[in-house]
């Protein structure tokens, strides 16, 4: 069995909790809100959303550098991981995939010996939070089963495939910043009381829904999810601020779909925060071709 590691990025929003009882090395992005400075996931997630709240400035969040990058391959190789694995952000969202795929290069290019006895296997989530924060933690979990690095792969980039997420959002002040969603569509959905769903695939971001009022973005959102889920696929419940929001969509899910989602509910950190704010509910899983 090969000695296997597993790095993400802290938009997987994957907790310290779940990171240290899989062994799965999560690198925080630089956030910066106002003159304020600090690593994704230093500062509790309830402290972050008063924070943005209450500042004047939107956060801003910064990639993770081929530098970092080069540092971790550097340690992980030292240690005598024989396959390390690094599950990005969406590419199209982030340049932290190219810049580990750089690193990645420049490690070999330096250690050409270690071409024949180590793997770097850089991936592409193509997508945001949970989405593949579920799925890291699963490939741990098979690893510590003794499946191989191959079938490990497999399993994630079947995944990411086919994996996709829609996310509701109750203010809009974040969104039409990052360009989720276009700026005069946020005015109108703000003059009419609209609340957007958006599907976040890799370069695919849309508006595929509007809930009018806050009372009916649960009910959209699984509508939504219903319509576009495989058949049998685990379902991910992804919450904010609020977790009754997350409690409802969960219990309304269970009993349209006849199963309950994964064990695991995740909450948007500082990287994803900065661009849906802390007032979202969201969804993902497998979706039909």
Same mark, same amino acid.
């Given at each position: 069995?090969?000695?296997?590691?597993?790095?993400?990025?802290?938009?997987?929003?994957?907790?310290?909790?779940? #990171?240290?009882?899989?062994?799965?090395?999560? *690198?925080?992005?630089?956030?910066?809100?106002?003159?304020? #400075?600090?690593?994704?996931?230093? !500062?509790?997630?309830?402290?972050?959303?008063?924070?943005?709240?209450?500042?004047?400035?939107?956060?801003?969040?910064?990639?993770?550098?081929?530098?970092?990058?080069?540092?971790?391959?550097?340690?992980?190789?030292?240690?005598?991981?024989?396959?390390?694995?690094?599950?990005?952000?969406?590419?199209?969202?982030?340049?932290?995939?190219?810049?580990?795929?750089?690193?990645?290069?420049?490690?070999?290019?330096?250690?050409?010996?270690?071409?024949?006895?180590? +793997?770097?296997?850089?991936?592409?989530?193509? #997508?945001?939070?949970?989405?593949?924060?579920?799925?890291?933690?699963?490939?741990?979990?098979?690893?510590?089963?003794?499946? #191989?690095?191959?079938?490990?792969?497999?399993?994630?980039?079947?995944?990411?495939?086919?994996?996709?997420?829609?996310?509701?959002?109750?203010?809009?002040?974040?969104?039409?910043?990052?360009?989720?969603?276009?700026?005069?569509?946020?005015?109108?959905?703000?003059?009419?009381?609209?609340?957007? $769903?958006?599907?976040?695939?890799?370069?695919?971001?849309?508006?595929?829904?509007?809930?009018?009022?806050? *009372?009916?973005? $649960?009910?959209?959102?699984?509508?939504?999810?219903?319509? +576009? !889920?495989?058949?049998?696929?685990?379902?991910?419940?992804?919450?904010?601020?609020?977790?009754?929001?997350?409690?409802?969509?969960?219990?309304?899910?269970?009993?349209?779909?006849?199963?309950?989602? $994964?064990?695991?509910?995740?909450?948007?950190?500082?990287?994803?925060?900065?661009?849906?704010?802390?007032? !979202?509910?969201?969804?993902?899983?497998?979706?039909?071709?």
């Amino acid at each position: 069995m090969s000695k296997i590691k597993f790095i993400t990025d802290s938009a997987s929003d994957i907790t310290k909790e779940y #990171s240290a009882k899989y062994n799965i090395d999560v *690198q925080g992005f630089p956030i910066t809100v106002g003159d304020r #400075s600090f690593r994704d996931g230093d !500062i509790p997630k309830e402290e972050y959303y008063d924070l943005i709240d209450s500042s004047t400035e939107l956060p801003v969040h910064s990639q993770l550098t081929v530098f970092d990058f080069e540092e971790l391959f550097e340690k992980y190789a030292a240690e005598g991981y024989e396959d390390i694995f690094f599950i990005s952000i969406n590419a199209h969202g982030s340049a932290t995939y190219q810049n580990a795929c750089c690193a990645r290069d420049n490690f070999f290019s330096e250690h050409p010996d270690k071409a024949d006895k180590l +793997r770097i296997r850089v991936l592409d989530s193509t #997508s945001y939070s949970g989405t593949y924060g579920y799925p890291v933690i699963e490939a741990a979990k098979m690893a510590e089963e003794g499946k #191989s690095a191959d079938e490990i792969e497999k399993y994630l980039a079947d995944w990411f495939e086919i994996c996709e997420v829609y996310l509701a959002a109750y203010t809009l002040r974040y969104v039409k910043k990052s360009g989720r969603i276009s700026a005069a569509a946020a005015f109108a959905g703000e003059l009419l009381g609209l609340k957007p $769903v958006i599907l976040l695939k890799g370069e695919n971001t849309k508006v595929v829904a509007k809930a009018r009022g806050e *009372q009916n973005v $649960v009910p959209k959102l699984a509508d939504v999810t219903c319509d +576009r !889920i495989a058949e049998g696929s685990p379902y991910i419940i992804i919450g904010g601020r609020n977790l009754a929001y997350t409690q409802d969509i969960a219990k309304v899910l269970t009993e349209r779909l006849g199963y309950p989602p $994964v064990d695991i509910t995740f909450r948007v950190g500082g990287a994803i925060a900065a661009n849906s704010g802390p007032d !979202i509910v969201a969804t993902a899983f497998k979706a039909k071709k």
